[in-house]
């Protein structure tokens, strides 16, 4: 045995499989839905993908839908103050976040989840100074506290002054 030899040994028992050491063949898990992505891990694996219409919000202005339920979780789209044919309602910051929410619970309850079910809200202003007004009412709709982005945009859709949207359990 040469010195090369006896230092390449030890690595390459180190690479080839044991035989106490059972094989495992994973294979893909097949779902056949209408609508499904293959997410990049290690180990592939198929999720369904279901779109959510309520025709109590706001129609959508554009190349989307209202909402995507995805693996347990229910994604909105941004809901802004209007009515269901997509017309910004007139009002108080108070009455326009009224409305806002409104729309995100008609939405979520076409996807089988609800307000309360809520983890992750991000709401969009053209004014910061807006926020105290809608935080107050806000409340009244997430009182489980859901973790909360807040940010100021100078445009929004359809000249909104306000967007929220949400990501929830189903």
């Known amino acids: 045995m040469t010195l090369a030899t006896r230092r390449i040994a ?36 198929y999720a369904a993908m279901e779109h959510v219409f309520s025709p109590k919000a706001v129609a959508p202005i554009g190349p989307y839908t209202q909402a995507i339920k995805a693996n347990g979780m229910v994604f909105l789209s941004g809901q802004i103050p209007a009515n269901s044919q997509a017309r910004l309602i007139e009002g108080t ?13 008609a939405v979520l309850e076409a996807a089988g989840s609800s ?13 910061m100074d807006d926020m105290k007004e809608m935080n107050e009412v806000y409340a009244e709709y997430f009182p489980h506290k859901p973790a909360r982005s807040a940010c100021e945009s100078p445009r929004l859709p359809a000249d909104a002054s306000m967007e929220m949207d949400i990501i929830a359990l189903e």
Not at 27 to 37: D, E, G
């Open 10 to 45: 030890p690595v390459l028992s180190i690479l080839r499989p044991a035989a106490h050491i059972p094989q495992i063949n994973i294979q893909p898990r097949t779902i056949n839905y209408v609508h499904s992505r293959t997410f990049s891990t290690s180990i592939p694996y």
């Open 93 to 105: 910051i108070a009455e326009k976040t009224h409305k806002m929410c409104q729309n995100a619970k």
């Open 115 to 127: 307000l309360d079910k809520a983890v992750r809200v991000t709401v969009y202003f053209q004014n």
